[in-house]
T-cell receptor, first 118, second 113 residues
Framework: DAMVIQNPRYQVTQFGKPVTLSCSQT?????MYWYQQKSSQAPKLLFH???????NEADTPDNFQSRRPNTSFCFLDIRSPGLGDAAMYLC?????????????????FGPGTRLTVL | DAKTTQPTSMDCAEGRAANLPCNHS???????VYWYRQIHSQGPQYIIH???NNETNEMASLIITEDRKSSTLILPHATLRDTAVYYC??????????????FGQGTELSVKP
């Protein structure tokens, strides 16, 4: 089945130690998103890629970076994790939003990676 | 961005219809109403969306009032597996912020035996 895969499902890192979370997709979607979801809160968009074009949300801290080496993969890098960065990180994909297809902007989410910062 | 207001939590008996309300009084003409749900420890899952007409799919029905200021998501025969947080989202048009999803706090639906 076509899907969005996130590895690992659980990640533990130390305060200040860089960490990378990965996302891959078999849907061949143009757009990939990264969301942060803290405990008991709603998902919050950090940034997204439209093909290779990177779009950062205005309030995303510089500590968060992303790479998309090809259509299938996207990475979230946290350069110096703080205790406040402990959260579930969700990757999502969608088709090209400009195609005009009725469900063009349905987002498909992965299961998430739960990050713990010690 | 149009804001949504949802009850924090609701209960529903298994087998009965679950009706989840959402207010979006500041919605503009080209904004869609989307519903997603998030089962505990999983990623959000798309349910349904609509502009002004009522919509139905294999998961749910969406009823949008004529003035578009509110909507109701209906799960016709709720099961225990429908226990989740349900998010009502007013999505900006593609010409505004690329139509991104902005999640509110959602309604925590508990389906009870």
């Amino acid at each position: 089945d076509a899907m969005v895969i996130q590895n690992p499902r659980y990640q533990v890192t130390q305060f200040g130690k860089p960490v990378t979370l990965s996302c891959s997709q078999t849907l061949n979607h143009n757009v990939m998103y990264w969301y942060q979801q803290k405990s008991s809160q709603a998902p919050k968009l950090l940034f997204h890629y439209y093909d290779k074009d990177f779009n950062n949300e205005a309030d995303t801290p510089d500590n968060f970076q992303s790479r998309r080496p090809n259509t299938s993969f996207c990475f979230l890098d946290i350069r110096s994790p703080g205790l406040g960065d402990a959260a579930m990180y969700l990757c999502a994909t969608s088709r090209d939003p400009w195609t005009g297809v009725r469900s063009y902007n349905e987002q498909f989410f992965g299961p998430g990676t739960r990050l713990t910062v010690l | 961005d149009a804001k949504t207001t949802q009850p924090t939590s609701m209960d529903c008996a298994e087998g009965r219809a679950a009706n989840l309300p959402c207010n979006h009084s500041t919605i503009s003409g080209n904004e869609y109403v989307y519903w997603y749900r998030q089962i505990h420890s999983q990623g959000p899952q798309y349910i349904i969306h609509g502009l002004k007409n009522n919509e139905t799919n294999e998961m749910a029905s969406l009823i949008i009032t004529e003035d578009r200021k509110s909507s109701t998501l209906i799960l016709p025969h709720a099961t225990l597996r429908d226990t989740a947080v349900y998010y009502c989202i007013v999505r900006p048009s593609i010409y505004n912020q690329g139509g991104k999803l902005i999640f509110g706090q959602g309604t925590e639906l508990s389906v009870k035996p």
